[in-house]
Every structure is written in C-alpha cells, then in structure tokens.
C-alpha cells in the first residue's frame, strides 16, 4: 500500500544553519503531498503542501518541490530559528491520509 | 469559530474497560480520521471515515471501534482487546472536494490531542 519514508532524528542544528529532511513516498496512484508541523502539547498544523509533480510548496522560509522521477518530498529551510524547534511530519494523500514517523528538529541559540 | 474538538485532553483507563474518545467538528468536512501517536513511531492510522454512515480499518485497527452517524462526530471506542492503548490520539478532519471526491488536495485538520493512559 502507499506509504511515506522520512528522515530519523533527533537533528540538532544550530540558529541560522540550513535544514533538510528526507522524504519519499510510495504510491500506486497520484497522491498529494504534505508537511506538518507539531509544536509541544498540540496537534498537527499544515506548513506546505504540493498537488502534482514539480510543484513547490512553500511557507515560512520552508520549501519542498514534488519529484516524481524520485518520488521525494524533501523539506528545506535555509536559515533556522528557535522557533523552527519542533516534530516535522511528511505525508501523502491518495485515498488515505498518511505520515512519516516524524523528524524532532531541536535549534540552539 | 469553526474548529475539531477531541475531548477529555488526559484519559485514565483501567485494564479491561472500555473508553470512548470524542471528537466533534463544526468545519462541515466530510472525511475523519483518527491516529494514534507513540514516541518515534509518528502517527499510525487507526480508523477513517469518508462519508457518514461509513468507515475503513487503517492499519492499526485491531482492539478499535468506531462510529460516524452523523457529519460532525467520530467516536473512537478503545475496547479492553486493545493490548497497549496507553498512547496519544489524534483526530483530523478534511473537506472533500473535487471530482475526485476524496479529499487528496485539501488540508487536514487536527484536534489538540487525548492523552490516554492504562493504570
């Protein structure tokens, strides 16, 4: 069945370094892409997404571009913040609603 | 506001018993799904529904119940043939649209979150 293959953690960075998190997907059909966010204590919050091959979804200095010759979906930030700490989930939508396990991204001052 | 609401937030269950986790949502989406959430194993889906009066196994279904009998609602009964169930559950919520009828473009919604914990 579909399913989604994303970085393990924990990735520790420090402020201003770039962020990359490995994501792949398997699917049968034509599935939209997505990243969440997960903050402490709280549900999952979308950050960006993409519908179709070579789009780039973007939002709050993050991007991801869907590649469908390598079927990925990897998320990239150039510059971190504090406050980019937080669980990074990639998931894709068929007919179904699935994530990856979950990257935690710690930022150090 | 228009939002998912899953309620209690913390969830104390003895061994043997059965519990009910609510969520309600007032955003008129047609699908709902629930996931549970254990440390480094990211989110597992547990049940789905498309449209009301229907639901699928996702791919932790076992020890599981679920309801859809109306639009806003989506229980999500923890039986006592659930062996582990001491986890943190998670439901969203998602418009569908489109031709296609399943959703596949459209953000999810989730709620804040049940902590369940077997004493």
């Known amino acids: 069945g579909d399913s989604v293959t994303q970085m393990e953690g924990p990735v520790t960075l420090s402020e201003e370094a770039c962020l990359t998190i490995?994501?792949?997907?398997?699917?049968?059909?034509?599935?939209?892409l997505f990243w969440y966010v997960q903050y402490p204590g709280e549900g999952l919050q979308l950050l960006l997404k993409?519908?179709?091959?070579?789009d780039k979804g973007s939002n709050k200095g993050f991007e991801a571009t869907y590649r469908k010759e390598t079927t990925s979906f990897h998320l990239e930030k150039g510059s971190v913040q504090v406050s980019d700490s937080a669980v990074y989930f990639c998931?894709?939508?068929?007919?179904?609603?699935?994530f990856g396990a979950g990257t935690t991204v710690t930022v150090r001052a | 506001d228009g939002g998912i609401t899953q309620s209690p937030k913390y969830l104390f269950r003895k061994e043997g018993q059965n519990v009910t986790l609510s969520c309600e949502q007032n955003?008129?989406?047609?699908?709902m799904y629930w996931y549970r959430q254990d440390p480094g194993q990211g989110l597992r889906l547990i049940y789905y529904?498309?449209?009301?009066?229907?639901?699928q196994k996702g791919d932790i279904a076992e020890g599981y119940s679920v309801s859809r009998e109306k639009k806003e609602s989506f229980p999500l009964t923890v039986t006592s043939a659930q062996k582990n169930p001491t986890a943190f559950y998670l439901c969203?919520?998602?418009?569908?649209?489109?031709?296609?009828?399943?959703?596949?473009?459209?953000?999810?919604?989730f709620g804040q979150g049940t902590r369940l914990t077997v004493v």
């Open positions: 993409a519908t179709k091959a070579d």
């Open positions: 529904s498309q449209i009301v009066n229907d639901f």
């Open positions: 490995n994501c792949t997907y398997t699917a049968t059909g034509y599935p939209s």
């Open positions: 969203a919520s998602i418009l569908v649209t489109g031709l296609v009828g399943r959703g596949k473009d459209t953000e999810a919604f």
């Open positions: 955003l008129n989406h047609d699908a």
């Open positions: 998931a894709s939508n068929d007919y179904k609603l699935s």
